[in-house]
C-alpha cells in the first residue's frame, strides 16, 4: 500500500535552514478539482513520454510505459483520504491506481486520457477519437518519394 503521511506537526529542511511549518492547524486533503487537475498534469507526463520513447526509436508498451512510471518521484501525488483516528492525510490505493493508470495509458497512447468530467473528444465512426486522427510527427521521417515519368511506350493506366 502506498501511503504518504503528512504529519500536523513537522519541520521542512530547506538547504542548511530549518524552517516551522507556519499556523497549519491540520492538513487537509485535496478537493476534487485539485486532484482532476492532477489527473490531467499525469496525463501529459504520460504524452511527453510517448513522445521522448518515439523520439528514441523504442517500442511503446503498457510495459515500458509502466517501467517509465515507476522511475519517476510520485511524492507529489495530493492526498485523497484522512487517516483514522488521526489527523493526518494519506493516498490511498484505489487513487494512486487511478494516477499510475493514467500515466501508462496516456503514454502507450499518445493521448491525454480524459479526465471525468471533462468533455469527451468527438469520435469518429470508426470509434476513436477525433485528435487521434491526425498522426504525431514522426520522429525520424523516411526521405520523400521522387516521381519519375513512366519510361516511352509504356500504355496509360485504364481509367484515365
Not at 530547506?14 to 492532477?38: K, T, W
Not at 484505489?94 to 497512447?109: E, I, L, M, T
Request: charged letters at 15%.
Amino acid at each position: 500500500m502506498l501511503r504518504v503521511r503528512w504529519s500536523t506537526s513537522g519541520l521542512l529542511l530547506a538547504g542548511s535552514l530549518l524552517l516551522p511549518l507556519a499556523a497549519c492547524s491540520s492538513p487537509s486533503v485535496a478537493n476534487y478539482d485539485a486532484r482532476m487537475a492532477y489527473l490531467r498534469a499525469t496525463a501529459a507526463r504520460g504524452v511527453e513520454t510517448h513522445r521522448l520513447l518515439a523520439s528514441q526509436g523504442a517500442k511503446i508498451d503498457p510495459k515500458r510505459c509502466q517501467a517509465a512510471y515507476d522511475g519517476l518521484a510520485r511524492n507529489d501525488i495530493p492526498t485523497d483520504a484522512k487517516e483514522s483516528g488521526t489527523d493526518s492525510t494519506i493516498v490511498t490505493d484505489a487513487w494512486a491506481s487511478q494516477v499510475n493508470a493514467f500515466f501508462v495509458d496516456s503514454c502507450v497512447s499518445g493521448l491525454p486520457r480524459p479526465v471525468p468530467g471533462d468533455p469527451t473528444p468527438p469520435r469518429s465512426s470508426a470509434g476513436t477519437p477525433a485528435a487521434s486522427r491526425t498522426p504525431a510527427p514522426d520522429p525520424s521521417p523516411t526521405p520523400s518519394l521522387t516521381l519519375h515519368p513512366a519510361p516511352t511506350g509504356t500504355p496509360a493506366p485504364r481509367g484515365s
